[in-house]
């Protein structure tokens, strides 16, 4: 499973951004698919994740109410809108699947940087 994330860049705070990753290799609908970020000198941390039927959605209560996942099953490709960016968003953001809701992200895309300003 290959994984290409795109959509990153620089914006100022309030601002939004749309990520988008797009998967090939495998039948994409049988993953479940996340976001994660990593800030510099921190820990990668969970954003956001949508299992195959995007009938179950996760949030981290940090980005709540700002971020919304989705997937286009027929693209093969998973997004993340966010909204309302604050500086603290500032970080690289991957795209990631797995085949189990229960099972650690089995398959990374390369990140993509988000950086907002003040």
């Known amino acids: 499973v290959q994984l290409q994330a795109s959509g990153g860049g620089l914006v100022q705070a309030g601002d939004s951004l749309r990520l988008s990753c797009a998967v090939s290799?495998?039948?994409?609908?049988?993953?479940?698919m996340g976001w994660l970020r990593q800030a510099p000198g921190k820990e990668r941390e969970f954003v956001a994740r949508?299992?195959?039927?995007?009938?179950?959605?996760r949030y981290a209560d940090s980005v709540k109410g700002r971020f919304a996942i989705s997937r286009d099953n027929a693209k093969n490709t998973v997004y993340l809108q966010m909204n309302s960016l604050k500086p603290e968003d500032t970080a690289v953001y991957y795209c990631a699947a797995k085949s189990r809701p229960t099972l650690d992200y089995e398959y990374w895309g390369q990140g993509t940087q988000v950086t907002v300003s003040s």
């Open positions: 949508i299992s195959w039927s995007s009938g179950i959605i």
């Open positions: 290799g495998r039948t994409f609908s049988n993953y479940v």
